[in-house]
């Protein structure tokens, strides 16, 4: 067609779903009167405090709706916080990304919102516990490491800590979403690149490299389940897992429970060719009776505290550490990179009928966050071959841009004016690969402060892309050059620079991520984000945002093998908010360069208008 799109695309069903889901889960108004039916179950147990994490029992970032506890406790639905509720008062701990996000939605004068920067939950119950009571926390939805941290926190007030198998929100959720049971499908073979019992001997081998003797590893991420044995499927949104568990012997064949609903034929018959599938009931008796006299390995990001009493009560060791399975996934194969390369190109054209949708139609007046959200899923969708989005998209005008995580409602749905920053933070799933992109755009002409900012985090974000480290280089080491120009003016941004992102799973995958805790050495093969910002509250929001593939480089007269960074994103930057006096010789050639990439890969996949749209958006410097 001549033009993207001649008025407002119609609203996108995957959208409206998910927003009407939310609003049946989360009520910031219902807060105070759940928090009450909360504290009078308390108190029949004689607990004088209970922990509410935004967390199921894999610690997935994406719950079922049954899952969504925190949001149903408190109105808060951002991907991560913790809910401490006591008999008089009850603290809300959120991370930097939900500062603003948190107090908007839930009822303060019944949750303290408390930024972890300020105070961790262990810290608070050492100065709010009552001494001598008792803290109950859930079994299924707290890791072995949560529990350590809870322990000593408790222990410092004289405390006894309360491990609680039943969900205390049972009784009061009357309308309780049911458990999820979608069908299970099996990967491509094209775009897996290994089959299922080539990865488990990467796993077994790995199981008899470790120190502790390992006799087996239970899986408790559903991401690594799916990895290892090439399925996917759809209990949760935003990412294809099926939920289930693995146990995983040092030899022999591994035990997968699932619920059998969710496995046809074929893949059932597929799947029994590399392992015993049981149902998900059986776990904790063939755990138990496993365990006994061996060694298991529990991960200790993700497996909950009651699996690990399950080994100890049947006579087994935990060994507590990480699942090899992380790691292994991290590194990405040659179809994988192959999928991934193909996805981004795919969402690149998609990308650019929105920019060039958005330029038309921004100006005019009128225009939505949730216009810019429906406009954009529109256009993957039209791809044919979009599956979901691969988290919530951001779309913040003006100050909501601010915001880091902001989520568009229709109470807060602002419209897109003249003389503002729109920032747009999406992603998609697709059968071959999962992005992830940032853009900030100007509506009108930006002022001198906006251009001014953000080149700074574009020069961030160059800094890290041109980037060429030696090999064992962890992602706290590079984050700095994300955020020195920033320094420069005494300014910095309150999230990670990059996350690791799974090929056709999570959109944020460990264990490797760009940031000042990021200690994992980077490998060849993983793929981050690059996504540097700044954030002037009640004004407005910047950041920009690539995915990268680490990949081998060989410097001149390189003493020692190193590494860099392919970029993956194919879309152009809003060149009216450079400030060419800023960048360097090396950066205007880094601009240019990707420019002319962007255009030669996706100009000849776009309708003619798009085309021309992307010629001026890509012009030189």
Known sequence: MSSPVAAHPSPAAPFQAIFQSFISTADGSAGPARLAALRAVMAERGLAGYIIPRADAHQNEYVPAREERLAWLTGFTGSAGTCVILEDNAALFVDGRYVLQAPAQVDTAAFTVVPLVQMSPEAWLEENLPRGTSLGFDAWRTTLDGRERLSRAVAAVGGILVAVEQDLLDPIWPDRPAAPSA??????????????????????EELAKDREGLDGLLISDPHNTAWLFNVRGADVNHTPLPLAWCLVPAQGRPSLFIDQGK?????RSALAEVADIAPVAALEPTLATYAQGRTVRLDQATAP?????????????VSKGADPVTLLKASKNEAEIAGMRSAHVRDGVALARFLHWFAETAPKGGLTEIDAV?????????????????????????????IVHYRVTQDTNRAIATGELFLIDSGAQYPDGTTDVTRTLAVGTPTAEMRTRYTQVLKGHIAISRAVFPEGTSGSQLDPLARQFLWASGLDFEHGTGH???????????PARISKLGYVPLKAGMILSNE????????????????VLVEPRKPEGAERPSLGFEVLTLAPYDRTLIDTALLSPEERTFIDFYHRRVLEEIGP???PATRAFLEQATAPL
Not at 306 to 314: D, F, P, Q, T
Not at 375 to 398: H, K, M, N, Y
């Open 500 to 510: 690791g992102v799974g090929a056709g799973l999570s959109v944020h995958e460990g």
């Open 605 to 607: 996949r776009v309708p």
């Open 305 to 317: 505290v009651h699996l690990g009493s399950v080994v100890e009560r049947g006579g087994g060791r």
């Open 183 to 204: 069908p299970v499908r099996q990967l491509d073979m094209a775009f897996a690149g290994a089959d299922p019992a080539a990865k488990l001997a990467q796993v077994q």
């Open 374 to 402: 429906e406009a954009l899923e529109t256009f993957r969708r039209e791809t044919g071959e979009l599956q979901d989005v691969s988290f919530p998209t951001i779309s913040g005008a003006g100050p909501n841009g601010a």
């Open 532 to 547: 540097p910002g700044y954030y002037k509250a009640g004004a407005f929001g910047i950041r920009i945002e690539n995915l």
């Open 263 to 267: 496995l046809g034929g074929p893949v």
